[in-house]
């Protein structure tokens, strides 16, 4: 579904690799083959919110992140935390790698750290699968390919309902 949501938009790049690699995954891996991929001088952003980001000096490897990729933060408006404390909230190693320009983002490849506020909107995944087990429209609360997939395949209807759609989808 995130590819479905992100596929009019160049700019997105939905990777499943960590889905199909057996065993303990790191975003260390991920973010280290992607840049082989991609080559040295790409820049490459990895979107996290403050909530993961804040704990990152607990991740394998953390440090070395910062050699593959820069970091977008997004700042909800409802996380306390921040609000608080602001990028206080981040381990100190990272301080010095925080911006305010974006520019810093496409004038290298990587090492850079940015926050930057989402637009808050009463909307959550939990009630959405509610709103499509009653079978109200999702339309506007999430792209059209999103809703049409979850429509095609009545993925949040209440269990007997799938069941019954299964059964006359299903050949005998």
Known sequence: ??????????????????????????????????????????????????????????????????DFAHFAVAVRASDENWLAKGPGIFPREVWPRITLN???????????????????????????????????SLRYLTPDPVVEFIRSRNLYAPARERREAHETDTPR
């Open 1 to 66: 579904m995130v590819k479905l949501a992100t596929a009019r938009d160049a700019r997105f790049d939905v990777d499943d690799r960590e889905l199909k690699r057996g065993g303990n995954t790191y975003t260390y891996d991920t973010l280290a083959e992607i840049r082989k991929e991609r080559g040295a001088q790409a820049p490459l952003v990895f979107l996290i919110g403050t909530d993961s980001f804040a704990k990152i000096d607990t991740w394998h490897r953390w440090t070395e992140l910062f």
């Open 102 to 136: 974006p520019r810093d983002f496409q004038s290298a490849p990587a090492g850079k750290v940015m926050t930057f506020a989402m637009t808050p909107l009463s909307i959550s995944s939990t009630a959405m699968r509610s709103l499509a087990a009653e079978g109200a």
